[in-house]
Nanobody, 115 residues
């Protein structure tokens, strides 16, 4: 089992940047994949970015070139660097871990981008 705690959300103007952090309760070295999802009001949760154990990454088309996911195994933390933010990026952002076939979720952090 792994506990995930997100931080770094907030209010930012369009064009600005934020860095989200996801701290895990145990080593993430062996976790198959970790990622970020988001859910805007009255919309379904959607995939944002993923980083696999080997370091390969995958992004939703809507964030490619603007967001970067990374992991620091020594700190048991995954990051999401978000640049050139747009009002459409406003959502609650959730960290996710896929470990031995089980998905774990954090409680989410709110990101609000004003126009």
């Amino acid at each position: 089992q792994v506990h995930l705690v997100e931080s770094g959300g907030g209010l930012v103007q369009a064009g600005g940047s934020l860095r989200l952090s996801c701290a895990a309760s145990r080593s993430i070295f062996s976790i198959n994949a970790m990622g970020w999802y988001r859910q805007a009001p009255e919309k379904q949760r959607e995939f944002v970015a993923l980083i696999a154990k080997g370091g390969s990454t995958n992004y939703a088309d809507s964030v490619k070139g603007r967001f970067t996911i990374s992991r620091d195994n020594a700190k048991n933390t995954v990051y999401l660097q978000m640049n050139s933010l747009e009002p459409e990026d406003t959502a609650v952002y959730y960290c996710n871990a896929l470990d031995v076939g089980t998905k774990y979720w954090g409680q989410g952090t709110q990101v609000t981008v004003s126009s």
